[in-house]
């Protein structure tokens, strides 16, 4: 049974730092690429970054980039999110998505399997 598990969110006043943790079982990470998406209060679901199965390379939202980091740890078969300067407009479910090979996609739907988020509430 595969198993995607958040952890890390919780309360943050603004320009503070989280780090998000994407903890997998029943599945090797090393043939996935992973995101990590946020859907905030009346907001779509949308993509912040996304980390390659093949060669780790990276990409950011435009509204994340200089701010956060994603990196995955196979060893440990856990994908982090390093989030600093955080803004109030970023207060979210965040939720990490696996989709098995190479790419990455910024439709939802290609993703195989979903965590069930983990809540990040930016406010002072």
């Known amino acids: 049974q595969v198993q995607l598990v958040e952890s890390g969110g919780g309360l943050v006043q603004p320009g503070g730092s989280l780090r998000l943790s994407c903890a997998a079982s029943g599945l090797t990470l090393d043939y996935y690429t992973i995101g990590w998406f946020r859907q905030g209060p009346g907001k779509e679901r949308e993509g912040v970054s996304y980390?390659?199965?093949?060669?780790?390379?990276?990409y950011y939202a435009d509204s994340v980039k200089g701010r956060f980091t994603i990196s995955r740890d196979n060893a440990k078969n856990t994908v982090y999110l390093h989030m600093n300067i955080l803004k109030p407009e970023e207060t979210a479910v965040y939720f990490c998505?696996?989709?098995?090979?190479?790419?990455?996609?910024?439709?939802?739907?290609?993703?195989?399997?979903w965590g069930q988020g983990t809540q990040v509430t930016v406010s002072s």
């Open positions: 998505a696996v989709v098995y090979g190479t790419s990455w996609y910024a439709d939802l739907y290609e993703y195989d399997y």
């Open positions: 980390i390659s199965s093949r060669d780790g390379s990276t």
